[in-house]
């Protein structure tokens, strides 16, 4: 972060482009034996020996989708790569490179942008990731962030947001909510700084969902299960718009319904209890929340002892024919339409 005014400051001027990549990825090593040049030619090599090879692309705008007052930069980098390789592992691929570019503005020293990379290099190293390119330029105001990543998966083992059928049951990873509440506690306590800036916030209480939305987590080892399991499912998607937006997607891809249980939609007690602190209904959280970059899937109805009880997984619908609509089936028993509230980048601040 910021705030230090004393601490060292490099000008990015003394380095130029071409110093500032190689001093920012000089400790980066190629461990995956598909990649075969990395950073510092015209382009990065690859060789994935007949597999097919899986490309997403996300940009991170500040003050958009992310405010440098509580995100630690160190963060923002392990974050950045969490949002691409979340992408990779919902075609239930393996991440393999990615590419990180950055336009900023010259209030960023060389020791913000190094903290940045800190946190690219933790994800690149826990993940198996190399980094192979980039791009570096000036920003008039603040920073944007664009990451590449690129995965590599047997035809076979695809799986696309299309292919789900009617009775397929619909899965969810881990639990919901966390990371839309983790901000509603940060932009509370930076109003509170902003009145008393000697105010120290107690994040205790809240760890768990501040950490799901500051350093989230992608779900390889969903990737790595469902192949132990033998499971392949029949369509997939990533959890980072919410949960109703994601379902509409499943359904809109496959030309089917669903009926999702809200008693089933799993929650962290944490979730549950600042649910009620801010005066919110948790079952909204989790179907519009977003960021909280789980995995979303249907399976066939034959492979449900395959994943019955595992503590991972959690059975939350089932799919069903077009005509019969999408909804939430409440506690009470009310059908409720679901419609997408989750997250969009172009919806007008009021």
């Not at 205790?204 to 950490?211: G, L, W």
Request: glycine residues 8%; negative net charge.
């Amino acid at each position: 972060m910021l705030e230090d005014k004393n601490q060292e400051r490099t000008s990015l001027e003394e380095l130029g482009e071409f110093g500032l990549i190689d001093h920012l990825t000089k400790n980066f090593k190629l461990n995956q034996p598909s990649s075969l040049i990395g950073v510092g030619d015209d382009a990065a090599v690859m060789d994935y020996h007949g597999k097919k090879t899986i490309v997403s692309t996300d940009m991170l705008v500040e003050g958009v989708h992310f405010d440098l007052s509580y995100m630690p930069l160190k963060h923002l980098g392990y974050k950045s790569v969490m949002v691409n390789l979340s992408d990779i592992y919902a075609m239930n691929a393996l991440a393999t490179q990615l590419t990180v570019s950055l336009a900023i503005s010259n209030r960023f020293p060389l020791e913000a942008l190094e903290e940045f990379y800190e946190g690219v290099a933790l994800a690149c190293k826990l993940y198996n990731v190399d980094l192979v390119g980039g791009d570096t330029t000036s920003s008039t105001r603040g920073m944007i962030v664009s990451v590449t990543a690129l995965g590599a998966a047997n035809e076979s083992d695809i799986v696309y947001r299309k292919g789900s059928k009617p009775n397929d049951l619909l899965v969810v990873t881990g639990d919901l909510g966390g990371a839309y509440l983790g901000l509603q506690v940060l932009e509370r306590e930076k109003e509170v700084f902003k009145v008393n800036p000697n105010s120290q916030p107690d994040l205790e209480p809240y760890s768990y969902i501040v950490e799901r939305q500051l350093k989230p987590e992608a779900r390889k080892d969903i990737v790595d299960l469902l192949k132990k399991l033998e499971v392949k499912p029949t369509s997939m998607i990533d959890i980072s718009d919410g949960l109703s937006s994601e379902i509409m997607h499943l359904c809109k891809h496959s030309a089917i319904g669903c009926n999702v249980f809200e008693e089933k939609i799993p929650l962290d007690p944490t979730v549950i209890s600042a649910s009620e602190e801010f005066k919110m209904d948790s079952t909204m959280i989790a179907m519009s929340g977003g960021e909280d970059y789980e995995l979303l899937f249907t399976i066939d109805q034959a492979d449900f002892p395959k994943i019955k009880g595992n503590p991972n997984l959690t059975v939350i619908g089932h799919m069903t024919e077009k005509t019969e609509g999408i909804h939430l089936i409440t506690r009470a028993e009310t059908k409720i339409p679901i419609t997408a509230q989750g997250w969009n980048s172009f919806h007008e601040p009021k």
